[in-house]
Structure formats: C-alpha cells, structure tokens
C-alpha cells in the first residue's frame, strides 16, 4: 500500500523545523523513517506533511560533560554502539544498541525516533528509563528537559507535544559502584522486545544501596519494578537474594500486560519478565558470563545475549523458569 499524499519539507536547523512544525499542524518529522514509513504505507498514519530533520547536523553526536552524556537526537544506534566514549561511561548503553534490529536498522534507526514513537517492545525506552536519563524538548518557548520516567505516558504516547522536537538525551555516566545491564527476549525476527529488563545496582560495601529496575516489552510503557527494587537494597547481591527479590516482579505488574499476539501469551510474559530481570541482575553482579570461545571472560562488556543472534529463550534448553543455573552459558 502507498501512503496517502503528503508534502514533503525538508529543515535545515532546530529552529526551521520548529517554525515548520508550527506553519503546519498535523505534520510529522522525519529521521530514519524505521517507524514513521510504515506506518504511513499502512495507513495507521496519515501525514498531510512531512518535515525531514535527517540533514540537521546540530542534532547528531555524543559528548560527554560533567558526568553527563548527551546524545543527539539523531544519532544512530550504530553510532552508539561503536562510540568508544559510551562503552566507557555507560556499556550498558553499547550493549543494548549492538541488539536492536539488525544492521540496517542499526545504521539508519534513530535514538531519538526511538523514544518519540514509544513503541512499548523497543528497548531504549525501558533502558533509559532505568538510567534516570532526560529528553531535552525544544519548542517556540525553549527548550525542556523531561525525566525519562515522565516523558513515556502510554502506547505510543510520550509528553512530547506536536509543535516541539526532541533535540537530544542526556544519561548520566555510570560510577565505579554503579552496574548496570538490560536483557530481552527477542523477537526471533525483528529482536524487539517481547520483554526486556534494565537494572542498575549500586554496590556500596558488599551490599545494594540503590537500585533501579525497569520492565518493558509486555506493558503500554516502561515499567518501573518498585518491589524489587526495594528487596534488592541493603542486601547482598547472591544468587538466592536477586531469585527472591526477582520474583517480587509479580507483584509491579498490572493488569495491563500485553497477551494478544501470537508469539507470547500474558501469562507466560509475566513468567519470563522475572526471568529477565534476574537475568539481567547476575550479569550485572558478574554472577554469570560468558565464554564466547575466545578464551576470555568478556562479562559486562561485548558480550553478546542480549538480542543479537541468541537464542537460549526458544529452542530446547528452556532456560525460563528453572534456576538450573546455566544463564550466560553456552548462548
Ligand atoms: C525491522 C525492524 C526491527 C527493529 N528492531 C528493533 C529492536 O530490536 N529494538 C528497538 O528498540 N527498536 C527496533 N526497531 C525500531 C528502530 O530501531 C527505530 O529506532 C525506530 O524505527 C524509530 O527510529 P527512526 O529514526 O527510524 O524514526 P522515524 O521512523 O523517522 O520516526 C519515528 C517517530 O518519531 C518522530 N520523531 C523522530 N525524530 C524525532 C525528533 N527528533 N523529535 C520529535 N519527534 C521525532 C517521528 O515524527 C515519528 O513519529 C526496529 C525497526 C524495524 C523496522
């Protein structure tokens, strides 16, 4: 199907795409077309105008200021995945953009579009939301910047309004007590999430003083799993302590969890959500890691189970639900 007629305007600044956005309701803007594209050949999405940003130079990049990591807008998650810069603040962040789609989707997908379509099965959603990252919001008046946990508000909704643009994110640098990692059940073909989970932990002493675990995939928008976060502080980080605080997760969720497709019921989302998270917990604290062959210990790091061609959620091996301890084996 085509998409219904629509004219095409092209800006070259923040500030023309900003007074293009206000000449021209309705319109929508344009960066890797990953989302948007679809949506307008399926019709879902009926455009009278689109404004292309993808030439906007002030938007792209990374940098890193005082602790702070901004990433423009624009940036791609290839960009992200091979920035030296983010593997050292924030591996997390390589991680998870080295698992996204494949390697067109990678090279053209924004980070930006990413968060402003909010579609609950993407993964920077629920992993920023984890980081306490801020979406920097520019409109006529100024710009904004809005809480990761404030900015997602519902299916596809963010508190983005129509006339403004998202300039960039800004995520705080990890710290040396900070360990933070994210893990997905991919969908087999697109590796969106059928459900991922982010942790940070601070570990202070032998113990969790902090912690911040978000869920996405299987709920309108991320999650932020409260009861596990508050079994998992003031104890240490073993085995037994992140399978009952993981577990906790049941009690965070809704009713609202996701059931109708094909591929994932809600009820056995809501028994590999725990999955996840614990999964993601014994990475973070090195309870797990992986051999990839190359004779080294590669945790943390470029390690490579987290939606790329892994595959320990579907084939024989179940490896939801039992604690038959072989997370980060063998995958
Ligand atoms: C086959 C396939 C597999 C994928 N797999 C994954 C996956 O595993 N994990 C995952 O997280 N994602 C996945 N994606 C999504 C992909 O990574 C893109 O990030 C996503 O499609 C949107 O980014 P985009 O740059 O293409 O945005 P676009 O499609 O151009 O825009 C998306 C929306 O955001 C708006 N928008 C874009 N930029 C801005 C801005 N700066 N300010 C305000 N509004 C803006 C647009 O108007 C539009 O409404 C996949 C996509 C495809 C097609």
Avoid at 136 to 150: I, W, Y
Avoid at 212 to 217: C, E, L, Q, R
Wanted: proline residues 4%; charged residues 20%.
């Amino acid at each position: 199907m085509f998409a219904t007629d629509f004219e095409y305007l092209k800006a070259t600044s923040v500030a023309q795409a900003i007074q293009l956005l206000g000449t021209n309701p309705e319109a929508r803007l344009l960066a890797g077309g990953h989302s948007l594209i679809p949506l307008m050949k399926l019709r879902q999405v009926r455009a009278p105008a689109v404004i292309d940003i993808g030439g906007i130079d002030e938007l792209r990049g990374i940098s890193i200021n005082n602790g702070t990591i901004h990433i423009g807008a624009l940036t791609t998650h290839r960009e992200i995945e091979t920035s030296p810069e983010i593997a050292q603040a924030c591996h997390i962040m390589t991680e998870v953009a080295g698992s996204i789609g494949d390697p067109q989707v990678r090279n053209r997908g924004t980070i930006g579009g990413n968060v402003v379509h909010a579609d609950p099965a993407s993964d920077w959603p629920t992993v920023l939301t984890a980081l306490r990252a801020e979406m920097v919001v520019q409109g006529r008046r100024g710009a904004r910047n809005v809480p990761a946990a404030e900015f997602f508000t519902g299916l596809l909704e963010t508190s983005i309004a129509s006339t403004e643009i998202l300039t960039g994110i800004e995520v705080p640098r990890l710290n040396q007590n900070q360990l933070a990692e994210y893990a997905k059940m991919a969908h087999p073909a697109t590796h969106f999430a059928v459900v991922g989970g982010a942790v940070v932990v601070t570990v202070e002493g032998g113990r969790c003083t902090a912690a911040s675990v978000v869920v996405g995939g299987l709920v309108p928008m991320p999650l932020r799993a409260r009861s596990v976060e508050t079994a998992l502080v003031g104890q240490e980080l073993t085995m037994e302590n992140i399978t009952a605080a993981a577990e906790k997760i049941s009690i965070d969720l809704g009713s609202n969890v996701f059931g109708d497709s094909v591929f994932a019921s809600a009820d056995f989302r809501r028994m590999v959500v725990g999955v996840e998270v614990k999964h993601a917990l014994f990475h973070a604290v090195g309870l797990a890691h992986h051999d990839d062959g190359d004779g080294h210990d590669d945790h943390g790091h470029d390690h490579d189970d987290h939606g790329h061609d892994h595959d320990d959620h579907g084939h024989d091996h179940d490896d939801h639900g039992h604690d038959h301890g072989d997370h980060g084996h063998n995958h």
